[in-house]
């Protein structure tokens, strides 16, 4: 007899390798050594009539001719069936993709690979052999695929598991299967062990790494303890992150790793456990979660130390006195081709003289004057043993070109350039014993030939493929030119999910549009001020079009004046190189590439480039754009182009644009990912400033905006509504400007009246909501009820970011979560039936008896009724209170 087995808390990766193991070893039998995880029990429970599995009860060892082992080469998880690995009569072969810790026995073969998921080893070897599988068998082999890489995100994934799931959509897979168990919401018990881990989470500094240990105990099993782990690694912003639960008989200790550097592989290996350098797990028995903790906190040295200062910094130094003049720096600067020098004074690094303070200094004929005049004095500077990750972000943060590293009595010993870092991201003149931090990009800018046809064809989905040659064909039938262009184009060639479709037309984009929604359907919407129109489909998707338009600006951040022209000036007045990007779309030339301003170019080198030096003062709303896209992708501002952004601010042309457009804009940069990111870098270059009047308190208000984020990251795990996530932020924002600066910004944003309500009470009463909350005095439902009952539940989360206090925070998720769910069940109906006359005592009583509902006197209608007879019925006298009161 041949059987397959897997390990125990049996995973898709585990199952669907059994699965392909069945079609590889024909006869041989399934069985499961242990349990199954919660996704694979609640999928094999619905689908176990399509698998032939042998009870374990069953299995006679002696009988065992070979065994086929999948997904794991330790005995130890192996269950009951573990002592087989060791008998030398059985044939064992293993397929696996975990390194393996020990050597094999003779007897053993095995089939290892470091691939993201063992069943791509398994489907590389179906598919050498040409064996056919079905389209359910594909959907369940890709399940353990998109499983164990995270759907193919994780850093192990390799290209042999696109691969491999590349040919099983081929054979049929229906990813819409796999969404299902792979992206499942979390359940109450998951939710309940989500909490308690995040009430027990202690953060410890390790090698310079920021380390996470949290701990829960259940007295049931919870599955799911690895996604469970890594959601509350993400929403703390650590590095790493250790999760240790007791269930059951057992405690188990899950690592996640939240960055590439930090392999957690070996510090769960000391505890018994294996997995991959940023996933372990490990199952203790016979120790207390205490005794696990400590065990752990013993190994965490093992961490890997980050690459250091003084692993890359350049020495010795060349610096220049305070007393040079500016044109002396300027002579040595392009005698040694650097962009900047540090200045010292007796040896003690005072300042950094930059080529831009220089030119500056040159431009108003100021060469004569010293350096010590024109240098940056606020230096950031580091010390040898500063991990390169901090250095990182403080070139990214303070837009800085170099770091001068110190000693302890601030002699400089070294520097660091942008460009030694951009070379250690990238790979080039590393230290022998370190290997890059960073892969080169999450970008691969299409290669083309002058033509994007294979490339539409390869991206995008066949029905918007169709819909492009529809519009060309009938462009060029109508005698119109048309092109696709913009973010719709930028996106195709990265490789990034964009289907908001904008087209020019060289003449008349409404005239075109009106031909064109009698030849495809949908409704048609003009704007003949604008010379544009936006179609929308039968299935709901818009096409936005405009007339080929050059652009004339009154005066600075005014809207355009516009007139019809060719395409090329059109593209000219957009707002950076990379959103120039176009294709053609009539029928002879359909997909021909436009790129007259080099945006491929730009696009490949990761930079955001205007195209002139008037573009930030003309629409300064461009400013936040750039910051925008350069979070959102991971780019970098180009010189030049920050050097305009900056004149733009310093010279307020932000104070003259409209509040709305300015909202507009801000609410589309914080509801991306990276918001906080461009929100950080907004605030680096003074723009909120700018906008919001002078914060003072910058560290507290990124404080709060990230906690703001961290909450309704929790809401949305807790199942708790958001109406407008910008809003929420705005309000904290807002609570660090003054009055009138506030109540400006808010009538200008021209909002709903029940929203600029809403944010008027928020800024009125959360001062006093806070003096309460923060108070340790015990407060009851009703109480509670009564101070915060009357705020929105987007205005209670930038309440208790603004808080700052954990005290506030449990009080306010206690509301958010039970008590403003609790409601009465007696209505008026039930006070007429008892007597009473419509009038204001409807409303006392309904808001009494909700204030004893929740403080538990009472549970049911039945208890209600009793309540209000006992309190009310005996000052009633045909129909009215007798009580003076009433």
Request: charge should be neutral.
């Given at each position: 007899m041949d059987i397959i087995i897997t390990h125990t808390n049996t995973d898709f990766d585990g199952f669907a390798s059994m699965v392909a193991c069945t079609k590889l070893y024909p006869g041989a039998k399934m069985v499961f050594p242990g349990k199954l995880n919660k996704n694979v029990k609640e999928f094999y429970s619905l689908h176990k009539d399509s698998f032939d599995v042998m009870e374990l009860s069953k299995i006679n060892p002696e009988k065992i001719k070979r065994l086929i082992i999948v997904d794991t080469s330790s005995s130890k998880r192996l269950g009951s069936l573990g002592p087989l690995l060791s008998n030398e009569n059985i044939q064992v072969i293993i397929y696996d993709h975990h390194p393996v810790n020990e050597e094999l026995m003779p007897h053993i073969k095995g089939v290892f690979a470091q691939v993201g998921a063992t069943v791509t080893i398994l489907v590389e070897a179906m598919k050498e052999r040409e064996i056919k599988i079905t389209p359910f068998e594909a959907t369940v082999l890709a399940l353990g695929i998109y499983e164990d890489t995270g759907s193919l995100t994780y850093p192990s994934t390799t290209v042999r598991d696109v691969n491999a799931v590349s040919y099983l959509l081929q054979q049929g897979a229906k990813l819409s299967l796999v969404g299902e168990y792979i992206s499942k919401p979390l359940n109450q018990g998951q939710r309940e062990l989500l909490n308690k881990l995040m009430d027990n989470i202690e953060h410890l500094k390790v090698n310079n790494w920021n380390i996470a240990i949290t701990t829960a105990y259940f007295d049931d099993f919870i599955g799911g303890i690895g996604e469970i782990t890594k959601k509350l690694g993400n929403i703390d912003n650590v590095d790493a992150i250790f999760s240790v639960v007791y269930m059951v008989d057992r405690v188990h200790v899950v690592g996640r790793s939240l960055k590439t550097e930090v392999s957690i592989l070996e510090c769960i290996q000391k505890l018994g456990g294996n997995g991959h350098k940023m996933a372990a797990a490990v199952t203790i028995k016979g120790k207390s979660v205490d005794e696990v903790v400590n065990l752990l906190k013993e190994n965490l040295h093992l961490l890997p130390s980050p690459l250091l200062a003084r692993d890359i910094m350049t020495k010795p130094v060349k610096t220049i006195p305070s007393t040079v003049t500016i044109e002396e720096a300027n002579r040595l600067m392009l005698r040694y081709g650097h962009t900047g020098f540090p200045v010292v004074e007796e040896g003690k690094l005072v300042g950094i003289i930059s080529r831009r303070d220089v030119d500056k200094a040159i431009h108003h004929k100021l060469g004569h004057s010293p350096v010590k005049g024109f240098m940056s004095r606020n230096i950031v500077k580091v010390k040898e043993n500063t991990s390169i990750s901090e250095i990182q972000r403080a070139l990214i943060q303070k837009d800085i070109g170099r770091v001068p590293v110190v000693d302890d009595n601030d002699n400089i010993i070294g520097i660091i350039t942008r460009t030694d870092i951009l070379k250690l991201i990238h790979g080039e003149e590393l230290p022998r014993w370190h290997k890059p931090l960073y892969s080169p990009g999450e970008y691969n800018v299409a290669q083309i030939n002058g033509n994007l046809t294979n490339l539409i064809n390869s991206r995008l989905p066949k029905k918007v493929q169709g819909l492009l040659l529809l519009i060309g064909q009938k462009a060029q039938k109508e005698g119109y030119k048309a092109y696709a262009i913009g973010g719709f184009v930028r996106d195709l060639l990265l490789g990034v999910e964009n289907l908001d479709i904008d087209i020019v037309v060289e003449e008349n984009a409404i005239s075109f549009a009106e031909k064109l929604v009698k030849y495809i359907g949908g409704n048609l919407k003009t704007y003949p001020n604008f010379g544009t129109a936006t179609l929308t489909l039968k299935d709901g998707s818009k096409i936005d079009f405009a007339t080929a338009r050059m652009e004339f600006y009154p005066f600075p951040a005014a809207l355009p004046e516009v007139e019809e022209t060719t395409i090329k000036h059109?593209?000219?007045?957009?707002?950076?190189?990379?959103?120039?990007?176009?294709?053609?779309?009539?029928?002879?030339?359909?997909?021909?590439?436009?790129?007259?301003?080099?945006?491929?170019?730009?696009?490949?080198?990761?930079?955001?480039?205007?195209?002139?030096?008037?573009?930030?003062?003309?629409?300064?709303?461009?400013?936040?754009?750039?910051?925008?896209?350069?979070?959102?992708?991971?780019?970098?501002?180009?010189?030049?182009?920050?050097?305009?952004?900056?004149?733009?601010?310093?010279?307020?042309?932000?104070?003259e644009v409209k509040v709305g457009r300015m909202a507009d804009e801000l609410k589309l940069m914080l509801s991306e990912k990276t918001g906080l990111t461009s929100f950080k870098r907004a605030m680096d270059l003074g723009i909120i400033d700018k906008i919001f009047g002078e914060i003072e308190d910058k560290d507290r208000l990124l404080k709060e905006m990230e906690t703001v984020n961290n909450l309704m990251e929790i809401c949305q795990v807790k199942g708790i509504s958001i109406d407008e996530p910008f809003l929420v932020y705005?309000?904290?924002?807002?609570?660090?400007?003054?009055?009138?600066?506030?109540?400006?910004?808010?009538?200008?944003?021209?909002?709903?009246?029940?929203?600029?309500?809403?944010?008027?009470?928020?800024?009125?009463?959360?001062?006093?909501?806070?003096?309460?909350?923060?108070?340790?005095?015990f407060y009851s439902p009703s109480e509670l009820v009564e101070i915060l009952g009357d705020f929105s539940h987007d205005s209670l989360i930038p309440l208790t970011a603004i808080s700052g206090s954990n005290l506030v925070k449990r009080r306010v998720f206690l509301y958010l979560e039970e008590l403003s769910k609790v409601s009465i069940e007696t209505k008026g109906e039930d006070l007429l039936e008892l007597g009473f006359k419509p009038g204001p005592i409807f409303s006392e009583i309904m808001e009494n008896l909700r204030k004893e509902k929740l403080d538990g006197n009472i549970s049911n209608k039945e208890e209600e009724i009793i309540w209000v007879k006992s309190h009310y019925l005996p000052k009633l006298k045909d129909g009215v209170m007798t009580d003076e009161r009433y």
């Open positions: 059109d593209l000219y007045r957009r707002d950076f190189t990379i959103n120039t990007l176009g294709f053609k779309l009539n029928s002879p030339v359909f997909g021909d590439f436009l790129d007259f301003f080099n945006g491929k170019k730009d696009l490949e080198d990761g930079i955001i480039r205007v195209l002139y030096n008037l573009s930030f003062v003309e629409d300064p709303t461009r400013i936040l754009r750039a910051i925008r896209f350069e979070a959102r992708y991971g780019f970098k501002i180009e010189e030049q182009t920050l050097a305009f952004m900056e004149n733009a601010i310093n010279n307020n042309m932000l104070e705005l309000r904290v924002i807002l609570s660090h400007c003054r009055e009138h600066i506030r109540i400006k910004f808010l009538k200008g944003m021209n909002l709903e009246k029940n929203l600029y309500d809403d944010l008027m009470y928020f800024f009125e009463e959360y001062k006093g909501a806070l003096e309460k909350l923060r108070n340790p005095k």
